[in-house]
């Protein structure tokens, strides 16, 4: 499986993550209301798809997945912790390990301020916390409700 969404429905789904109606998001790309929920759902059964894959490969728990924001929570019983998992748009899913400090490398740094970013254009948090392992806090708390 490829672990990507095709670009349009990509789009379409990004728009309605961040809020935008069916009627609104076929506004403002031209296509039918029709066109964007039948995009809307594939989106969704691709993403649920993704994570069940990405579950299986990484012989992970799942605990929650939420294909409208497009993250899932899991425990990885190996390693005993939570395993967080976010699709980022034109990139894929992208993952974080619930062990702090989650931004001890700048390699580590770099990845948690994609998600917290991604996370934040998508509304899955309103702002971005100054310090960024609070903001790492932040979202992983917004997941686990």
């Known amino acids: 499986m490829k672990f990507k969404l095709p670009e349009k429905m990509e789009e379409m789904w ?3 993550a ?6 609104d998001i ?14 809307l759902r594939g989106a969704r059964n691709r ?3 993704m994570f069940l894959e990405l579950a299986e490969i990484f012989n992970l728990n799942i605990i929650r997945i939420n294909v409208e924001k497009g993250f899932m929570v899991a425990t990885n019983q190996q390693i005993n912790t939570r395993v967080y998992v976010l699709y980022v748009p034109k990139r ?10 989650y931004s ?14 991604t996370a934040k254009e998508l509304n899955i948090i309103s702002h971005v916390e100054d310090e960024l392992d609070k903001a790492v806090e932040k979202l992983i708390e917004k997941m686990e409700e």
């Open 47 to 49: 993403l649920t798809s």
């Open 26 to 39: 076929a506004s403002k790309l031209g296509i039918s209301k029709q066109a964007v929920n039948k995009a």
């Open 92 to 101: 894929g899913p992208r993952t974080i390990l619930g062990i702090k400090p």
């Open 14 to 16: 990004v728009l309605a």
């Open 104 to 117: 001890k490398t700048s390699e580590l740094a770099k990845h948690c301020k994609l998600l917290v970013n």
């Open 18 to 23: 961040k809020g935008l109606r069916e009627i």
